[in-house]
């Protein structure tokens, strides 16, 4: 009887890493799809990053995830990077290309796909208005932007790393926008179809706290996102649904770039809806 022993290896590179729960969907999925693979979540210091992806290449692993910080370090050791990835400066998986590391970010695109399978909308022509330029906000607005949203405008509270990515898209893309100083209450404009908060605030454990907005400026014609996977249902998304907002969740942006990442790196169509409950049991409900 022929045998084989070897399994198949990815992971996550993180400091801290303990608590990422993306084992979690991944583990379920590669089991309900019968593939002997398995995720590691490896503790890398930042000093250490370059031998962990020598590593990497060392053990034939089919790819890696990176999260804080190694989001934007990676780049200096990979083969090539995917064109959104390079727009957005980060990588958040690594796929095995032949013997080619190539660099990819899936968060952006997983914001995508949730809104175009949760929430059946598309996203052509919307006004979209995002809290936050951070990591996150920067791969939902170049993923929106090559996507055909009309306009983003962009609320933060650093006025320097709004204009840069306001900059970013007024450049590399066909979408205009504009910066908004997050120095008082926002109040989002009247022609707003997307609302996204895309800034850490609400997550576990700070779950009582909610961006500094005037909920009432928000409609029931808008669409109203949070990027906070843990808990799905925040603070921010509950005053949207007082308003009749149509809300949509951190928890779908989470499992489908998670779902895009396994098909990138499995060429297998990943169980979406396995690995969306799997994180959901472990979140706080
Ligand atoms: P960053 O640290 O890169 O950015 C954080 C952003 O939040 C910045 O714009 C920051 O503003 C803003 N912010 C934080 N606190 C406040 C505050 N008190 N008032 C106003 N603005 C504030 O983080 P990331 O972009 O990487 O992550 C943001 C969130 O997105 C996290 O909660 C993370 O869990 C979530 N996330 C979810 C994903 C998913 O798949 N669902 C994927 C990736 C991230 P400033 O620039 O002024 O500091």
Same mark, same amino acid.
């Given at each position: ?34 593939? $002997? ?11 250490? &990053? ?22 934007? *370090? ?9 064109? =959104?990835?390079? @727009? ?18 899936? =968060? ?8 175009? @399978? ?8 919307? $006004? ?17 932007? &090559? ?33 908004? *100083? ?58 949207? *649904? ?26 297998? $169509?990943?169980?979406? =809806? ?12």
């Amino acid at each position: 009887m022929k045998s084989n022993y070897k399994s198949e290896l990815v992971g996550v590179f993180g400091h801290p890493v303990a608590e990422n729960p993306t084992i979690i969907m991944q583990e379920a999925a590669f089991q309900d799809r019968k593939l $002997n693979w398995r995720y590691l979540t490896i503790e890398v210091y930042p000093e250490d &990053l370059k031998d962990a992806m020598r590593g990497l290449r060392a053990m034939n692993m089919r790819g890696i995830n990176l999260t804080i910080p190694h989001k934007v *370090e990676v780049l200096k050791y990979l083969d090539k990077i995917a064109p =959104d990835a390079a @727009l957005i400066g980060a990588v958040n998986t690594v796929r095995l290309d032949g013997h080619m590391l190539i660099g990819e970010n899936t =968060d952006g695109k997983g914001f995508l796909q949730s809104i175009k @399978l949760d929430a059946q909308m598309d996203p052509v022509d919307k $006004n979209v208005v995002i809290l936050g330029a951070g990591g996150a906000a920067r791969a939902i607005c170049v993923e929106l932007a &090559l996507a055909g949203v009309k306009k983003i405008t962009i609320v933060n509270r650093t006025a320097a790393r709004g204009k840069e990515l306001v900059n970013l898209i007024k450049n590399k893309t066909k979408t205009s926008a504009v910066f908004v *100083e997050w120095d008082t209450i926002f109040t989002v404009p009247e022609k707003t179809d997307i609302l996204v908060n895309a800034t850490s605030i609400g997550l576990y454990p700070d779950v009582e706290s909610k961006p500094n907005i005037e909920y009432t400026s928000i409609t029931k014609h808008m669409f109203v996102c949070d990027v906070i996977p843990n808990p799905p249902l925040t603070r921010f998304l509950k005053e949207a *649904e007082l308003r009749g907002a149509k809300t949509l969740d951190g928890l779908g942006m989470l499992v489908y770039q998670g779902a895009i990442g396994f098909e990138m790196w499995t060429g297998v $169509n990943a169980p979406v =809806d396995v690995m969306h409950k799997a994180l959901r049991d472990v979140f706080v409900k």
